[in-house]
Nanobody, 125 residues
Framework: QVQLVESGGGLVQAGGSLRLSCAAS????????MAWFRQVSGKDREFVVA????????TYADSVRGRFTVSRDNAKNTVYLQMNSVHPEDTAVYYC??????????????????WGQGTQVTVSS
């Protein structure tokens, strides 16, 4: 079992920055692709970014490419999402997820085995 806990969410003005963290326990993340998804109430969960198990590959949603950056520190069992130049439409609950795969970089929520509880990000205009 892998337990994931997100942190770092909050209220930020449009154009500002925020850094989310996802800390894992239970198992080493070095065998897991990791991803961030987001969800607005009443809508489907939306893929944001994925990073391969060793951090050598990433894939981003078009809506965040160039503004968000994913990274990971397997020694700390933690994944990060640096959010820059945020827009009001980035407002959502952000979830991290783990896929027992070395380099699938899936954009499908169903492919992920473990999920955190989410952290709210609110961008004011």
């Amino acid at each position: 079992q892998v337990q994931l806990v997100e942190s770092g969410g909050g209220l930020v003005q449009a154009g500002g920055s925020l850094r989310l963290s996802c800390a894992a326990s239970g198992r080493s993340l070095s065998n897991y692709d990791m991803a961030w998804f987001r969800q607005v109430s009443g809508k489907d969960r939306e893929f944001v970014v994925a990073i391969s198990s060793l951090g050598l590959g990433t894939t981003y949603a078009d809506s965040v490419r160039g503004r968000f950056t994913v990274s990971r520190d397997n020694a700390k069992n933690t994944v990060y999402l640096q959010m820059n130049s945020v827009h009001p439409e980035d407002t959502a609950v952000y979830y991290c997820a783990a896929d027992y795969s070395l380099v699938r970089l899936s954009k499908r929520a169903d492919d992920y085995d473990y999920w955190g509880q989410g952290t709210q990000v609110t961008v004011s205009s």
